[in-house]
Structure formats: C-alpha cells, structure tokens
C-alpha cells in the first residue's frame, strides 16, 4: 500500500480522505491508531460490525439494521469493510453534507443494489429500522407511523409511486428534500 512503515496510515489512501472527508490529516491518523487496535486484520467483518453496532442500542435488535449499514458501507462487496470503507461512511454518516447522507441513504435501502428501490426495500428497511425502537418510543409514534409498514407506506407516498413501480436515487432524494417529515421518516435516532 505504499507504507513506509509498517502499522501506519498509506500515504495514497490519507491523501484521499483528506481530499474526500472533513477529517484533518491528524484525526485520520488518530481514527486509523484506533481502527488498527481494535481491528488488527485492518478489516471489519460483518460479524464485529453487528456486534459493535448493538452496542449503541443495547436494549434493541440492532442486526438486521446493522447488516443492511454494513452492505451500504461495503463498497467493493468484499464482505468487510477496510478502513477506508469506515471512514468514508463515518463521513456521510456523521460530517457529510445532506445530499451525500441522502446518497447513502438511497443505498441503504437499495437491497439489492440494482439502483433502484422498491416498496419491499422501503418496508424492509423500516422493519429493521423498528427493532432500533424502544417500545415505549413505538407508544409515542404518531397513528400513520407506528408500525414498520405504516411507516413504510407514508415513505412511499412521498415519492408519488404506486406499489409495484420503482425510485431512481434522484427521485430518491428529491423525494425526501421536498417532504419535511420524509427525513425523520428514513432513519431512527434515539430520543427524537
């Protein structure tokens, strides 16, 4: 890769991120000092991903909801994700603007990455996205949205589509920037 010592960040890949990422030449190297800590293979599995993912929602079922983040995350389809792929999507996910979030929005509902979504992805991703849910939160969700395909169905109202048609990744977005609630509709963040 390019290393001029072993165990360090390869000169190619810091250059792209600095250029791709908001992250400084700094954090990229802080993020990569920690990556190869708890990664030493340099890559993620699907497996440590799901196990690090049900971390951040302990009381929930955080792996259908993981496997779907780590299929979007998992660029070249290798199944694991190599540090590049993790800062990339730590990017999108946490610094990137609203168009490249969306962007990767789009792929994570895009199952089967055929470039298109359909009603079946939108309600299977809102299925993975309920298990995220405490149930006292489900309690709380308003009548046209408090089951994953309620959910679904208001998503898919959105994009003016009926049940058997598909959405290209610019209806895609523009879809969910013309609809304030569409947003809120596509993701769960606790205490929200």
């Known amino acids: 890769m390019g290393n001029s010592k072993s165990g360090a960040v390869s000169k190619e890949i810091l250059e792209d991120l600095k250029l791709n990422t908001k992250f ?12 190869k800590k708890q990664c030493p293979t340099g890559r ?7 196990t690090i993912y049900s971390k951040f929602f302990p009381e929930c079922e955080a792996n259908s909801y993981a496997q779907h ?49 359909t009603k079946s992805e939108v309600t299977e991703i809102c299925t993975a996205i309920f298990k995220l849910i405490p149930k006292d939160d489900v309690d709380n969700l308003a009548d046209d949205e408090n089951t994953p ?44």
Not at 24 to 35: A, H
Not at 44 to 50: A, P, V
Not at 75 to 95: M, P, R, W
């Open 149 to 192: 395909e309620k959910r679904a169905d208001k998503l898919w109202h959105f994009f003016e589509k009926g049940d058997n048609d598909r959405v290209a990744e610019g209806e895609f977005i523009q879809g969910v920037m013309e609809n304030e609630g569409a947003i809120r509709l596509i993701q769960y963040e606790p205490g929200k």
């Open 44 to 50: 993620i599995s699907k497996e440590e991903f799901q």
């Open 69 to 117: 983040v780590f299929r979007s995350f998992d660029q070249n389809d290798d199944g694991t994700l190599d540090f590049k792929e993790y800062i990339v999507a730590l990017h999108l996910t946490s610094t990137g603007k609203t168009d490249r979030k969306l962007e990767w929005a789009f792929s994570l509902f895009d199952v089967d990455k055929n470039g298109y979504i």
């Open 24 to 35: 400084s030449e700094t954090e990229i190297v802080q993020w990569y000092e920690n990556f």
